[in-house]
């Protein structure tokens, strides 16, 4: 299949043009796809239409953590995964990114991670919220680091996100059946 004009946009961002070349050509069958070969030329094609960013986060001078900051703070919309050499630590727990993926990577795992961030752009905030906080929490555990005081907060938060989701979700089944006994009783008054 070949990407449309309503194809997503996916960026990609490495230092090693070897690695954005690659990941270019496992995914422009099915994506739009930018790349960038430094952070400071990611910042430069930042726009409101990338739909999903993948950012190396060790690179000269501008570092993809410091994309992923200004990514937020333009308030782009993009889902944005850390696909790096770089082993997480707890130190992520700040990063607001959707996914965090290791390197090196095989090609079913960049199409999944793209599949992935894509279906969660449809998520509420909250759900976005969780699933990002879930990734974070895989991520430590992975490197071994779940023995620490920022990886019980992330279990925290996700405790407390999963809390308001369960809260909202009585609401509106609270609501939806006040609607259906309202109807219904419409219904027999109409009799």
Not at 16 to 42: H, N, R
Not at 91 to 102: A, H, K, L, P, W
Not at 105 to 120: C, D, I, S, Y
Request: hydrophobic residues 40%; without cysteine; negative net charge.
């Amino acid at each position: 299949m070949a990407p449309t004009e309503s194809s997503p946009t996916v960026l990609i961002v490495d230092d090693e043009t070897d690695l954005t070349t690659l990941y270019a050509a496992w995914l422009e069958s099915e994506y739009d796809v930018v790349t960038a070969t430094s952070g400071a030329e990611a910042l430069a094609t930042l726009d409101g239409g990338i739909d999903v960013a993948l950012l190396d986060r060790r690179m000269p001078e501008t570092s993809g953590d410091e994309v992923l900051a200004e990514i937020r703070r333009r308030d782009i919309g993009a889902q944005v995964a850390m696909l790096t050499a770089v082993e997480p630590d707890a130190n992520i727990t700040e990063m607001q990114f959707d996914d965090y993926v290791t390197k090196p990577v095989e090609r079913q795992e960049v199409h999944a991670t793209v599949e992935v961030l894509l279906e969660r752009r449809t998520y509420d905030r909250h759900s976005r919220r969780f699933f990002s906080l879930a990734s974070k929490k895989a991520a430590l555990e992975s490197a071994n680091e779940h023995d620490t005081d920022e990886y019980d907060e992330i279990v925290d938060r996700m405790g407390e996100i999963r809390d308001e989701m369960d809260d909202t979700l009585e609401t509106l089944t609270a609501k939806q059946a006040f609607t259906q006994l309202d109807a219904g009783i419409g219904v027999e008054t109409d009799r």
